[in-house]
């Protein structure tokens, strides 16, 4: 007698535990997978914000090897008949690019007004006069390369009239992070003025005083007002008093570094610009508190956060 296998009618199928079991490991997966990226993420991008550095570094030392000298950084501008800062970030650019991207003027002052000492445009300006070709013939650089110099004015970043005392028609170089969205100006002829995306934020540059020989710390009596510090925090204040740009609210929110701020993380310590000095203070010196490249000078970048004086700010030294 011939038996016949009865087939069954139910399908195979995962049960509602398995499905649980299955989602959960996923679930699992994926809360481990996301962090791992996101350092990832941020070392390729400190990566990249070290080879800007790197190359920043490289235009740094054809200036000096030309002139001798790097580039002032002292924010203070007594400059006459139009006074106004010009802080440390924009000499950056001005010595690297020139403030209209044609390279630097060497009969340059280091002033807000851009003119020579006899009250001369060394650099072309939006509704001035045309530059005669000798100025041109003149320039040298621009040191870096303008396609990797990310050079934009200040009012792109921060927008026109809200960058007292700063003048908003000058360029800054800006770091790799794109925290702020680009703002049209809406005054320089197309197609310059149809600025869109996103870039970082400006590139602080503070030259050592090769005069100074002391270093503030929350451990010792020097104060971040002394004449013979290594480095001045004024040389950049007005530029980070600005705030961060890419923050909602009105005025934008303070930055840790903000000298006129409140959110000092030292105990006793008034000002904030005490952030700057604690993060360049180079522990491998015991004998005296020294900052990390006392010779020479330091830039500093916002870091993945957009914010100044925070722990993940970049610098063109290794702790």
Do not use: W
Request: hydrophobic letters at 35%; one cysteine or more.
């Amino acid at each position: 007698m011939k038996v016949t296998a009865k087939k069954s009618n139910k399908r195979a199928a995962f049960t509602i535990i398995e499905l649980l079991t299955i989602m959960s490991i996923i679930v699992i997966l994926i809360s481990l997978l996301v962090p791992a990226m996101s350092r990832v993420r941020r070392y390729a991008q400190r990566v990249k914000q070290s080879a800007q550095f790197h190359s920043i570094g490289v235009a740094m030392d054809l200036f000096n090897a030309e002139f001798d000298e790097y580039p002032d950084s002292e924010e203070l501008d007594t400059d006459i008949p139009a006074p106004a800062s010009y802080c440390g970030a924009l000499k950056l650019a001005e010595a690297l690019v020139g403030q209209d991207l044609l390279g630097f003027h060497p009969d340059s002052l280091f002033r807000n007004s851009l003119l020579d000492s006899a009250g001369v445009d060394l650099y072309a300006r939006i509704g001035g006069p045309q530059l005669p070709p000798e100025n041109l013939l003149a320039r040298r650089g621009p040191y870096l390369e303008l396609e990797n110099a990310n050079a934009y004015r200040l009012k792109n970043l921060y927008g026109a009239g809200l960058t007292a005392p700063l003048d908003d028609e000058r360029y800054v170089l800006c770091d790799v992070y794109n925290n702020v969205t680009l703002v049209p100006d809406g005054s320089d002829p197309p197609p310059a003025n149809q600025i869109s995306g996103k870039t970082g934020m400006p590139v602080l540059y503070y030259r050592a005083r090769m005069s100074g020989t002391t270093h503030p710390t929350i451990y010792n009596t020097v104060t971040i007002n002394d004449l013979t510090n290594i480095y001045d925090y004024k040389d950049n204040d007005e530029l980070v008093q600005l705030g961060m740009p890419f923050e909602p609210g009105s005025p934008p929110i303070e930055h840790l570094m903000d000298s006129a701020g409140g959110n000092t993380r030292h105990t006793g310590v008034s000002s904030d610009a005490m952030n700057l000095y604690d993060n360049i203070f180079n522990e491998n010196i015991t004998a005296v508190d020294r900052p990390y490249r006392s010779e020479s000078y330091i830039l500093l970048s916002a870091g993945f956060d957009g914010e100044y004086g925070t722990e993940d700010d970049v610098f063109n030294f290794e702790k």
